[in-house]
């Protein structure tokens, strides 16, 4: 009887000698997979290096507003800095000489609104939150869009400036198009942000390619190209040529990318890569992308080097450059 209990006790103790240091082990070993980061919120990004826009977008969220708030008021900044001339009020003309704009706006339910060709009216993203909000319908175009913006009680401006205005004068002497690398490119401001209860917004806009054929339309107001917001997921916003961004439906593609559990940074190469893909070669054409994911990280890439997106949190602002696929020579 005694033997049996020594040996009975001895095995215990030996088994607890061995299995302490194997489960230590075996804890430090799957730590890391089982810690959660801490989520980033409220924050606030945009494409390129608009520090005014991300700025006014930060002191909504700061005081405890919306993340659909804060992304039209974020954008509504550069729709009035005439000194843009990509956006809103002194925006470069169509090659007749229209002023036209488009814009989106989606928020953290999935409802969304957007208006194409507009005219005469300087702030098309509040436009499109009155689409989403007052109507039945996503998009409004054209002629309809500004019948509407009037009813809700927007002003018609003159969207020409004296220097926009000479610009085109100057253009129709040889009317000849082409895009340049991140100047005609730079044509969009996208921003997406997160509120102080985790929900999403963004919102996007643009007076689009200058010089473009009448009735062009390119992807910042097509939801699920220039901009998509899944308020599980994250959110994503496209810049440049926006003909490339609808083909992939470039912001749809980049959300669910991180659905699936790749980085913001990881979806967007991924979503670049696609495009450049279907351009074996080209060269001619920028593209640039920027999301960000449920936790508040964020990620860009583009096609060319320059592309930059301004970010704001409780750290304060910074421009941040982005990787590209093409690399400087």
Known sequence: MKRRKFLRN????????????????????????IKTNTPVKPITVCTWNFKNATAKSWEVLKDGGSALDAVEQGVRVEEADVKNETVGKGGRPDRDGNVTLDACIMDKDGNCGSVVYLQNIAHPVSVARKVMEET???ILAGKGAEQFAYEQGFKKEDLFTESTRRQYEEWKKTSKYETTINIENHDTIGMLAIDKNGDIAGACTTSGMAYKVGGRVGDSPIIGAGLFIDNEVGGATATGVGEEVIRTVGSFLIVELMRQG???????????????????????????????????????YCVHPGFTYSQFTEKGQKNVPVDSFYQKQ
Do not use: W
């Open 262 to 300: 790749k980085s913001p940074q990881e979806a967007c190469e991924e979503g670049v890569k696609r495009i450049m893909k279907k351009n074996e070669g080209r060269k001619d054409f920028q593209i640039g992308f920027l999301a960000i994911n449920k936790l508040g990280e964020t990620g860009g």
């Open 10 to 33: 001895s095995s215990l103790t030996a088994a607890g000698a061995i299995s302490a240091p194997i489960l230590a082990s075996y804890h430090d070993q799957i730590e890391p997979e």
């Open 136 to 138: 039945p319908h996503i």
